[in-house]
């Protein structure tokens, strides 16, 4: 259900979220020594392909073959090298402590499918390594705009420290995000940690 659904999102000429990186995965991964990165939920792949021009060897998971197939378009125009990974990201199983940065940018799922993806991504972390978790806040339901409806698949603070229980938290904060043509701001959670 989850491929056809992306695929179909990602079916236009455009890309859907653009082609430019998110701003918040910019600000949080630009100081980073080039390392393996994993990026889960990579969509057309904007964020990958901005870690793979900055020197990090980037593996990019994702279930939909048509937003993997516009990402390796995007990866083939800017001139770098992505390893594509196309599987449900509930079946993926990165290899623990492989990753010096692991990349989540608005993955909103069912919490019986973000705990245990979340505890993979703490898990792939090599020691010192970096989690970068951003995505629509609980209070942009009421408070924002745009993004998934339901508050059940959406991000607090308190699930991102309950989750990461054992990484070094950094920064766990809500941020408002501009939107071109709307009078009100997103709510987003931008979250990092250290293994």
């Known amino acids: 259900m989850a491929r056809a659904f992306w695929d179909q999102r990602f079916s236009g000429d455009e ?20 390392t393996e990165a994993l990026d889960l939920g990579c969509g057309e792949g904007r964020n990958a392909v901005w870690l793979a021009a900055q ?9 939909s073959p048509v937003g993997l197939a516009k990402a390796a378009q995007l990866a083939a125009a800017r001139e770098v090298a992505v390893d594509w990974v196309c599987v449900n990201l509930g079946e993926y199983e990165p290899a623990p402590q492989s990753f010096g940065l692991v990349v989540l940018s608005y993955i909103h799922v069912d919490p019986a499918l973000r705990v245990p993806l979340h505890v993979k991504a703490a898990r792939s ?21 745009g993004g998934p ?9 308190e699930q991102m420290q309950a989750d ?7 920064r766990n904060e809500t941020v408002e995000r501009e939107v071109p043509g709307a009078s009100v701001t997103a709510l987003d959670l931008v979250f990092v940690a250290t293994a």
């Open 55 to 63: 020197g990090h060897r980037v593996t990019a998971v994702d279930v």
């Open 164 to 170: 990461f229980e054992g990484l070094s938290i950094i």
């Open 125 to 145: 972390l090599l020691a010192g390594g970096r989690l970068v978790v951003v995505g629509h806040h609980v209070r942009n339901v009421e408070e924002g705009i």
């Open 15 to 34: 890309f859907l979220f653009g082609s430019e990186p998110n701003e918040y995965v910019v600000e949080t991964c630009s100081d980073l020594e080039p």
């Open 149 to 157: 409806q339901n508050p059940d698949i959406l991000l607090t603070e």
